[in-house]
């Protein structure tokens, strides 16, 4: 009768056996911190290039598009309004291709699938930057600089491009919605 009806807990390990713990958390912690880093490199190198993007070459693109196009620079941000959401579903599938545990199992698979991420962020940059180059850049703003050439020429190209990613981002939800439905039909 001298032992209780609850059983006992068990020794804690001995110290020299808890040492690891603390190198493989600092370690994630260290990785964590350069992936953050990483992260706010490229966002802050995104916001330059976009707007070198504008100043650089912006405007001559939109003057290509309008004269070597079909259909003009209506027909160009109507191209571009379609591909903008087809670029941004690219990006999510790449993202979702590259874990933690592919990097150590598969290297070239999340290789390839982090080039196209980088590739499909850096289409959606030059997207971004031409779409901010169609809207009014100093009518309203009490500045000297007067209008891209673009919003000059083609002042409701904003809104074209505005309307086929609207339509387009639509399309592909529908889409995706239909290829779901579809796969989940052939499962049962």
């Not at 993007?53 to 290509?64: R, S």
């Not at 491009?161 to 609207?166: E, H, K, N, V």
């Not at 529908?174 to 439905?181: A, E, K, N």
């Amino acid at each position: 009768m001298g032992e209780s009806a609850k059983p006992r807990r068990p020794r804690a390990a001995p110290a020299a056996s808890r040492v690891g713990g603390a190198g493989v958390k600092k370690a994630k912690k260290d990785r964590d911190a350069l992936f953050g880093c990483l992260m706010f490199l490229g966002i802050g190198g995104g916001i330059v290039l976009m707007g070198l993007g504008t100043t650089l070459w912006g405007d001559d693109a939109w003057q290509w598009a309008a004269r070597n196009w079909p259909g003009g620079a209506y027909a160009f941000a109507v191209c571009l309004g379609m591909a903008a959401p087809l670029l941004a579903a690219l990006f999510l599938r790449a993202l979702e291709g590259v874990d933690r545990k592919a990097w150590g199992t598969h290297l070239a698979r999340a290789l390839g699938w982090t080039v196209l991420a980088v590739l499909a962020v850096a289409s959606l940059l030059a997207f971004l930057s031409l779409a901010f180059d169609a809207m009014d850049s100093g009518k309203r703003k009490r500045r000297s600089v007067g209008p891209s050439w673009v919003f000059a020429h083609y002042p409701w190209l904003w809104a074209v491009g505005i309307a086929s990613t609207l339509a387009s981002a639509v399309l592909l939800v529908w889409l995706l919605v239909v290829l779901s439905r579809r796969a989940d039909a052939a499962k049962a």
